[in-house]
């Protein structure tokens, strides 16, 4: 997909033949230096169902996907930027009369609270359904090491890769208790290909989200909200905040499980994501 800025979004698309036009689509965000291939335990689980469409993208500056202009650089990039991406690919690739239910991990779940923001309309008319996983609505400080915003808004402006800096413990502490090593390799595979500007642009943009106003948007359709307590990267209480801001959505916390949802618990995600 082209972008009105011209960024280039690589799109995937799941549809089991002769399915209708007006079959759901669930359609995935994922987080922040990960890919698409971090939804893929749910969409196998998805596409299982053999009823559904299940649409997902490699944000921009992430994966194959560019950003303005379809350069490498970033350039000042937002989290609202992505919730216009994010209605982007619906508008090129979802049939008009398909419902919606949009599914967000991580910086992908601000994505999806981005797009409530900036489309509310749309959200409004199409949308059946949100799951948001291991995600905030605001309020997101860092790990607070020294320098941290000083280091990542230089590696913004830094090419290359950190593959060979990347080590399976790092990987694995994004998980809980429980980690296949499949898993963990596929994660570092991903933080690894991601390039150091996506790593220190997109640090800034997170640090700086806060959806608060799209709250009553989101209230508007069954939202379920998924966090495990071994999560170091968006805890529990972040979690509690967003259920707290936006009325009726469901809280589900998950002993043992860290921030990867998508690979420890994809059935408990799939189910959220059923139509």
Known sequence: MTAPDGARLSTYVHAPRGLADDAPTVVLAHGWVLTYRSWLPVVRLLADRGDVRVVAWDQRGHGASTYAGGSLRPRGESIRALGDDLATVV???????????LGG???????????????????????RRVL?????????????????????????????????????????????????????????????????????TYYGALMDHDESEAASVLA????????????????????????????????????????????????RLAAALTP
Request: no cysteine; charged share 20%.
């Open 105 to 127: 991990h991580s910086m992908g779940g601000m994505t999806v609270m981005a797009f409530a923001g900036r489309h509310p309309e749309v959200f409004a008319d199409r949308v």
């Open 220 to 267: 508007q359709v069954p939202v379920t909200v998924v966090v495990g307590t071994r999560d170091i990267l968006t805890p529990r209480t972040l979690g509690e905040r967003i259920a707290e801001a936006v009325p009726g959505a469901e809280l589900q916390v998950i002993e043992g499980v860290g921030h990867m949802t998508p690979y420890e618990v994809p059935d």
């Open 91 to 101: 508008d090129a690739v979802v049939p008009a009369a398909s419902s919606l239910v």
């Open 132 to 200: 948001l996983a291991s995600t905030a609505i605001g309020g997101l400080r860092g790990p607070g090491l020294p320098f941290e915003r000083r280091v990542m808004a230089l590696a913004a402006r830094v090419p290359g890769r950190p593959s060979r800096l990347m080590s399976t413990r790092s990987a694995r502490r994004q998980f809980g208790t429980v980690a296949a090593a499949a898993d963990v390799a596929a994660t570092r595979a991903m933080l690894g290909a991601a390039r150091l500007g996506t790593y220190g």
